[in-house]
């Protein structure tokens, strides 16, 4: 079975744009969770989508946005680019909502982001 | 608010047993103790999972006490590929399901 796959792995950006990010999850996983590493910050969590509709939201600006299409594929956006949004995006794939019994969350490669 | 603390680094030798211990006093009644391994800019892949007592698969050890308030990944035999972040983790469910990373442990195997 295929793993977590993110598109793409590298991207190069500058400030004030805007980018997106796509995940695709293991077949049959239907939450999609995006996660924001940095060597400061650690990994933080950013949303999770679970059936199309937006579950959980961690702490970040609305600059930070996702979505999730009907087969379980998801997009995050981030507009207006600042220097600090340079990161590893990690996007993680369970079952049924993440946290929830035993359910484990699959990790993508990531796609690294760097904002000049 | 389930939160876990770590050694932040560990150093140890090949062949050797590696135990790196985790806190999480609040943990809650339904929450499940996950680890995670982490190389240099790769996604966490998971490693083991438990809810009480001892855990075993291929490649490692956890443990858990009676009263859930801390877990031990065991990492038997160690080598140099075994040098990564670990991460302990619990079911956030005071924030909705959301699961917390802590700042994981730096486990560096030296030859």
């Known amino acids: 079975k295929a793993g977590v796959t993110q598109t793409p792995r590298y991207l190069i950006k500058t400030r004030g744009q805007q980018v997106t990010l796509s995940c695709s999850p293991i077949?049959?996983?239907?939450?999609v969770s995006w996660y924001q590493q940095t060597p400061g910050q650690g990994l933080q969590f950013l949303f999770e989508?679970?059936?199309?509709?937006?579950?959980n939201k961690g702490n970040f600006p609305g600059r930070f946005s996702g979505r999730q299409f009907s087969n379980s594929r998801s997009e995050m956006n981030v507009s207006t680019l600042e220097l600090g949004d340079s990161a590893l995006y990690l996007c993680a794939s369970s079952l049924e909502l993440a946290g929830v019994g035993s359910d484990t969350q699959y990790f993508g490669p990531g796609t690294r982001l760097t904002v000049l | 608010l389930a939160k876990t603390t770590q050694p932040i680094s560990m150093d140890s030798y090949e062949g050797q047993e590696v135990n790196i211990t985790c806190s999480h006093n609040?943990?809650?009644?339904?929450?499940?103790i996950t680890w995670y391994q982490q190389f240099p800019s790769q996604g966490p892949r998971f490693i083991i999972q438990g809810y009480k007592t001892k855990v075993t698969n291929e490649v490692a050890s956890l443990f858990i006490p009676a009263d859930r308030k801390s877990s031990t990944l065991s990492l038997p035999r160690v080598s140099l590929s075994d040098t990564a972040v670990y991460y302990c983790l619990v079911g956030d469910y005071a924030a909705g399901n959301m699961l917390t990373f802590g700042g994981g442990t730096r486990l560096m195997v030296k030859p």
């Open positions: 077949s049959g996983h239907r939450s």
């Open positions: 989508y679970f059936s199309e509709t937006q579950r």
């Open positions: 609040n943990i809650a009644t339904n929450d499940y």
